[in-house]
């Protein structure tokens, strides 16, 4: 059974950091493109970070460019999430998701549904004085 485990969230003051990693049991991590998503109260599920199955392309959307870094480590299934300079509108529910390669790209997986094939259960992360 594929598992995105996420860990990392809680809360944090603005200007802030956090660190978030999505462990994954998928067998072939590297056939898979993931995906950081965000979902605040009365807000759809949105895109944050996603990065291509060997690492070398990723898309952020203009509201986190600059301050959050996604990158990957095939070796130990982990995909991590670095998120600097945290802002209140950053509060939400974030989740690890995967799609297979060959059927996203990461721009696809970040802004298109359905997004991610393979989603994790989600931790919260709150920016707050």
């Known amino acids: 059974q594929v598992q995105l485990v996420e860990s990392g969230g809680g809360l944090v003051q603005p200007g802030g950091s956090l660190r978030l990693s999505c462990a994954t049991s998928?067998?072939?991590?590297?056939?898979?493109?993931f995906g950081w998503f965000r979902q605040a109260p009365g807000k759809e599920r949105e895109g944050v970070s996603c990065?291509?199955?060997?690492?070398?392309?990723?898309y952020y959307p203009d509201s986190v460019k600059g301050r959050f870094t996604i990158s990957r480590d095939n070796a130990k299934n982990t995909v991590d999430l670095q998120m600097n300079n945290l802002r209140f509108e950053d509060t939400a529910v974030y989740y690890c998701?995967?799609?297979?390669?060959?059927?996203?790209?990461?721009?696809?997986?970040?802004?298109?549904?359905?997004?991610?094939?393979?989603w994790g259960k989600g931790t919260q992360v709150t920016v707050s004085s």
């Open positions: 998701a995967a799609r297979a390669a060959h059927l996203s790209s990461v721009y696809t997986l970040c802004e298109m549904k359905p997004h991610g094939d393979y």
């Open positions: 998928l067998f072939t991590s590297d056939r898979y493109v």
């Open positions: 990065i291509s199955d060997t690492g070398g392309t990723t």
